[in-house]
C-alpha cells in the first residue's frame, strides 16, 4: 500500500506550478537561443555582403592608381586591410568560439518526495 501522507494537496499543487515556471522558463531560453542564431546568421550575412562590396571597390581604386589621388589609393589599401582583418577577428570571436553560445540544459530541478510504500 501507498502511503500518501506526503503527498497532500498543497504539495502537489506547489510542485505543479514548480513544474510550469521550469517549462516557461525553458521555453523562453529556448527561444532566446533561436533568435540568437538568428541573428548571427543575419549579421554573417550581412558582414559578407559588406566585404564583398569594400573588397570590390578597393580593388577597382588599387588596380586604377593612376585615375585617383595617392591619399585615396592608400586609404583603399587600408580600408581592405582592415575589413578582412576586422571580418576575420569577428568570424573567430562570435562563430567559431564555442563559449559564446548558450548551451540549453534542464531547469526541473526534482524536490517532490518520493511516496513509501508500506
Do not use: C
Not at 513544474?19 to 549579421?43: G, P, S
Not at 587600408?78 to 540549453?104: C, E, H, Q, R, Y
Amino acid at each position: 500500500m501507498v502511503n500518501n501522507a506526503g503527498l497532500d494537496p498543497v504539495i502537489i499543487e506547489r510542485a505543479a506550478e514548480q513544474l510550469r515556471q521550469e517549462r516557461e522558463t525553458f521555453n523562453q531560453a529556448k527561444k532566446h537561443d533561436q533568435w540568437w542564431f538568428v541573428l548571427r546568421l543575419v549579421m554573417g550575412g550581412t558582414s559578407v555582403v559588406l566585404l564583398i562590396s569594400v573588397l570590390a571597390i578597393s580593388a577597382y581604386i588599387l588596380f586604377n592608381t593612376i585615375d585617383f589621388p595617392t591619399t585615396v589609393v592608400n586609404s583603399a589599401g587600408v580600408a581592405l586591410f582592415v575589413d578582412v582583418l576586422g571580418m576575420l577577428i569577428g568570424v573567430w570571436k562570435i562563430v567559431l568560439n564555442p563559449s559564446f553560445t548558450s548551451k540549453l540544459q534542464p531547469t526541473t530541478q526534482s524536490s517532490i518526495p518520493n511516496p513509501q510504500i508500506e
